[in-house]
C-alpha cells in the first residue's frame, strides 16, 4: 500500500463505494458477507465505516484523485434512515474530490425503502436507485426468500421514477423453477416501469442456502447450459426491440448518456475506493483488495488504526494487459495507441493467437486504431474475456 503516498497519475475518474455490509433479511442465493441488521452495532459501525473513508482519504494517493460517483452499497444500505445515507454521503463529499458531474447511486430494497424515504433521498439529490428485484414472479420471490413482494418492488420503482429518480434493477434469468414465459413477463414489467436492467443468470455458489434447498428437493434445479443460452438471447432480443442497448457487463440501458459512464469507460486505469466490512471490489492502480468480512473483526481494526484489509493482490504488467482486454467483454474497444503507451506493445504481439481466432469467430474486428466487438460478440462476450483469462493461453 505505499503507492497511496504517492500522486495518482492516472488521470481518471474513480467510484467511491462504502459498503453498508448489512440485511435485514437473507436471499437463498446469496454469497455476499453480509451481516443481519439486528447483529451489528449501527452507530459503532457507521463510525467506524467514517473513519476508514478518512484513512483514505489523508492519503496522498486519494487527494490526487477525483471521484465521478459515490456509491452506497452492500449489503442493503436502505436498513439506515435517510437521514443517516445521508449524513455519510455529506461526510463523503465534504472529503474527497468530486468532478462537477458526479452522481450519487443508493442501493436498497422496497422492504426498507418507505416512499418517505425516496422522497428524502430524491430532495437530497440522490440521482440513482439500485434494487435487486431479481424477478416480477412471486411465486420464485417467495422460494428465493426476497424480502418483499413483485407489487411492493413495483410501487417503489413507479414512487421513485415519479419523483425523477432514476431506478436500476438486477434481473435473474435461469432461475429454479422459472418458464421462459415467467423470464419473459418479468422483462416486460421492466420495459413498462422503464428502469435500467442489469440482466444476469443464476450462479448457485457453494454453501449458499439454495444449493441445500435443490439438493432437497425443495427448489427444483435449475435449467441446462442450453436453456440458460435461449434466456438470455430472448432478453437480449426483447430488451433491444424495446429500444435497450447492452452495455458494461450485463447492463441494458436506454439512457444514452449512461453508455460513456466513467468508471466503466476507465477500466482498467480507473479505480473503485471500496470501504466497509466484506466490499471486495476494491481496486486501485495496481492493486485489488477486499475487507475483512466479519463485522466485529472490521471494527476492531479499524478501532486499532489498520487498514481492514483481508487480501491485497499487486498485478504484474502481464495480468494489466489481460485486464485491458477484457475491455472487449465489457462491450468497450481496445485503444490500440493507449496499449502502446501503457505496455511498449500491440495486443496482435502479446495475444496473437487469441485475436486470431476471435476475429475468425467474427466476435470481434480489429482496424488500425483499436479492437472492438461486434454485434456477434455482444452475445458471446464470455467466450472473449475466457480467452484472456489468465490460465486460457
Ligand atoms: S439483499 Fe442483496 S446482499 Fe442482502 S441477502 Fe439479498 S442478495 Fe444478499
Not at 186 to 209: F, M, N, Q, R, W
Not at 216 to 227: F, L, N, S, T, V
Not at 256 to 274: A, D, M, Q, S, Y
Request: charged share 30%; proline share 4%; aromatic share 10%.
Amino acid at each position: 500500500m505505499e503507492f497511496l503516498s504517492t500522486e495518482n497519475t492516472s488521470g481518471r475518474l474513480m467510484e467511491l463505494q462504502p459498503w453498508i455490509s448489512m440485511c435485514d433479511s437473507r436471499c437463498a442465493f446469496c454469497y455476499f458477507p453480509t451481516t443481519p441488521t439486528v447483529k451489528v452495532p449501527i452507530e459503532r459501525y457507521m463510525n467506524m465505516l467514517k473513519r476508514e473513508l478518512k484513512m483514505y482519504a489523508k492519503t496522498k494517493y486519494v487527494k490526487t484523485s477525483v471521484f465521478d460517483e459515490i456509491v452506497l452499497g452492500g449489503g442493503t444500505p436502505s436498513v439506515l434512515s435517510a437521514e443517516q445515507m445521508i449524513d455519510l454521503i455529506d461526510f463523503c463529499k465534504e472529503r474527497f474530490t468530486t468532478n462537477d458531474e458526479y452522481f450519487i447511486k443508493v442501493t436498497g430494497s422496497s422492504k426498507t425503502l418507505a416512499l418517505k424515504k425516496i422522497d428524502k433521498l430524491v430532495e437530497y439529490g440522490v440521482y440513482q436507485m439500485d434494487m435487486g428485484a431479481q424477478t416480477f414472479d412471486d411465486k420464485i420471490r417467495k422460494m428465493l426468500c426476497l424480502p418483499d413482494t413483485a407489487d411492493s418492488v413495483e410501487k417503489a420503482i413507479r414512487h421513485a421514477k415519479k419523483l425523477g429518480m432514476c431506478v436500476c434493477v438486477d434481473l435473474m434469468y435461469n432461475l429454479p423453477g422459472q418458464t421462459m414465459e415467467s423470464w419473459i413477463s418479468t422483462l416486460k414489467k421492466a420495459i413498462e416501469l422503464d428502469v435500467e436492467i442489469d440482466a444476469y443468470s443464476l450462479h448457485v455458489d457453494p454453501g449458499v442456502p439454495l444449493e441445500k434447498m435443490i439438493e432437497k428437493g425443495i427448489a427444483p434445479r435449475q435449467g441446462d447450459a442450453e436453456y440458460e443460452k435461449q434466456q438470455y438471447l430472448t432478453a437480449h432480443k426483447i430488451l433491444t426491440e424495446a429500444g435497450y442497448k447492452a452495455v458494461g457487463h450485463d447492463r441494458f440501458s436506454r439512457v444514452e448518456w449512461h453508455f460513456r459512464e466513467n468508471c466503466l469507460n476507465c477500466w482498467p486505469w480507473g479505480g473503485i475506493l471500496t470501504t466497509g466490512a466484506g466490499c471486495f471490489m476494491g481496486y486501485l492502480q495496481k492493486f485489488s483488495y477486499s475487507n475483512l468480512e466479519d463485522i466485529n473483526e472490521y471494527i476492531a481494526a479499524v478501532e486499532a488504526g489498520r487498514f481492514p484489509i483481508n487480501r491485497l493482490s499487486e498485478s504484474t504488467d502481464e495480468d494489466m494487459m489481460r485486464r485491458t482486454m477484457t475491455r472487449l467483454y465489457l462491450r468497450l474497444p481496445v485503444s490500440k495507441k493507449e496499449f502502446m503507451e501503457k505496455f511498449g506493445t500491440t495486443p496482435e504481439k502479446v495475444f496473437p493467437k487469441q485475436l486470431q481466432k476471435l476475429k475468425e469467430k467474427e466476435l470481434i474486428e480489429i482496424d488500425d486504431d483499436e479492437i472492438r466487438i461486434t454485434k456477434l460478440g455482444e452475445v458471446w462476450k464470455g467466450n472473449i474475456a475466457w480467452e484472456f483469462a489468465s490460465n486460457s493461453a
